[in-house]
């Protein structure tokens, strides 16, 4: 079973929609993070969290929202979905902060 | 600003011959480097690291080098193999301070090996 799972895989949605994105982890990990990455550009940090009381903006954290509902679980939400966030999104997790950090499989969206 | 530039976007190799991917960096705060593989409809896994007190780590096939004066750490794969074809991030942890723990990544390079 693997220790970072994303739901959904796959969404596609229309501007305007509200969607939420879904993160677990069995790690035991503290912190939590979720990324994005377009085409040519690498990964960027959207939010991460140190603990369930912590929430942290990241690089690219305009109209995004997460929620850090227990230490396994960390969501992602688009309160209303425009089409420059089509992108592939992906969650880790990491022990400590300076450390490495195990990724999910990714959610692939498409905001029509 | 970019952090973390890797100026090849891909890369093909023949097979058995070595891979040399490149990465470079500007923020001399930056102290631990990462690399990461990703194939496709995959999440990033992690390759391999090496601390800013080091200037090379080895993991099988694996070797990383950090040249601190150029700000540049290199990954060489030897020999390589047709399921090392994938996009290989660099990334780099800040120092201390706002950005602590987080990945700076660079852009990525697509390595193709050709059997």
């Known amino acids: 079973d693997a220790d970072v799972t994303q739901t959904p895989r796959n969404r596609i949605t229309k501007t305007g929609k509200r969607i939420m994105l879904e993160c677990s982890q069995t790690k035991g990990h503290d912190r939590m993070y979720w990324y994005r990455q377009d085409p040519g550009l690498g990964l960027r940090l959207i939010y991460y969290?140190?603990?369930?009381?912590?929430?942290n903006k990241g690089e690219i954290s305009d109209g995004y929202s997460v929620s850090r509902q227990a230490q396994a679980k960390f969501s992602l939400s688009l309160e209303s979905a425009i089409p420059n966030q089509t992108a592939l999104y992906f969650c880790?997790?990491?022990?400590?902060?300076?450390?490495?950090?195990?990724f999910g499989p990714g959610t692939r969206l498409l905001v029509l | 600003d970019q952090q973390v530039k890797q100026n090849s976007p891909s890369l093909s190799v023949q097979e058995g011959r070595i891979s040399i991917l490149n990465c470079d960096y500007t923020n001399s705060m930056f102290d631990y480097f990462l690399w990461y593989k990703k194939y496709p409809a995959e999440g990033p896994t992690f390759l391999i690291s090496?601390?800013?007190?080091?200037d090379k780590n080895e993991d099988g096939r694996f070797t990383v080098f950090l040249n601190k004066s150029a700000k540049h750490l290199s990954l060489h794969i030897v020999p390589s193999q047709p399921g090392d074809s994938a996009v290989y991030f660099c990334?780099?942890?800040?120092?201390?301070?706002?950005?602590?723990?987080?990945?700076?990544f660079g852009k990525g390079t697509k390595l193709s090996v050709k059997p």
């Open positions: 969290s140190f603990d369930v009381k912590d929430i």
């Open positions: 880790a997790t990491s022990v400590r902060a300076r450390e490495t950090q195990y």
């Open positions: 090496i601390s800013s007190i080091k």
């Open positions: 990334a780099a942890l800040g120092g201390y301070g706002g950005s602590q723990g987080n990945l700076i």
